[in-house]
């Protein structure tokens, strides 16, 4: 950690086999090489044929991520209920009914800084959850005190929702990340008010591909308008995501800096 600064790097959606071992291959050298004292990923989709499981939970913990956050797709796999009861650092959003499984927020220790951490969905073209706006700001303010970092993975479709929610939040969290559509955005800032801001961080999974599933199966997909099986890509598979710089004296985002490792 340099003096008076920290970096924590968030990464894109992890899909499939391919990403998280891409993750376990490379995650702990680029943590060395690149001085990022915390890990967030979004891993929704890391667990084969999507959704997130025990074994690739922990996986992906041992590759050195801290923090995994997720989206609408971590249902999909039943077992996925105990994993979030029982890991507090495996979070589900947070504007999803109070009676789900898990948390929607944790708080991580970095280097004896504590850093909340925040996952919401969005809610234009996705489910009809409680708002994510006000969802956030109940959760800063119940935890007001008690961190010294906020950062928020917000899972969502339209662009729109999420720079509001970004400039909403502006001044009163250290980050917002953009996740779930798999393809990154060249929009990284720093707000006015010492926010970061990325609108979506794209995808850690094979890129010869659409959004991660083989080519064909999704082309078949529009052209026949019926259901398919969904299969993951094969080939080479890149990291996507984004390093925030944050001042540990201001608690606020000094650089953000978007990156991709092929
Ligand atoms: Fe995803
Ligand atoms: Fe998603």
Known sequence: MTKG?????????????????????????????????????NGENAAEGNGLNRETAE?????????????????????????????ENIIRPANYPGECPGSGYCIFDMNSYKVLVMNLLGTVFMESLDSPFVTADKILSREEGNFDFAIVDFHAEATSEKIALGRYLDGRITA????????????????????????????????????????????????????????????????????????TDSYRTVKTERVRWD
């Open 5 to 41: 600064e920290a970096k924590i790097l968030v990464l894109g959606d992890i899909v499939g086999n391919a990403g998280t071992s891409a993750v376990e291959k490379r995650l702990w050298n680029l943590r060395r090489e690149n001085g990022i004292d915390m890990v967030i990923a």
């Open 59 to 87: 996986r992906l913990l041992d590759a050195g991520v801290d923090v995994i956050t997720s989206g609408n797709h971590i249902w999909k796999k039943s077992t996925v209920h105990s994993l979030l009861e029982k890991n």
């Open 176 to 247: 917002l990340f953009g996740t779930h559509t798999h393809v990154q955005t060249a929009d990284e800032q720093v707000f006015g008010g010492g926010t970061g801001y990325i609108t979506d961080v794209g995808m850690c999974g094979p890129h010869d591909s659409v959004l991660g599933v083989k080519s064909d199966i999704i082309i078949r997909k529009f052209l026949m308008k019926m259901p398919v099986h969904h299969e993951e890509a094969e080939g080479d598979v890149s990291l996507c995501g984004c390093i925030f710089t944050v001042s």
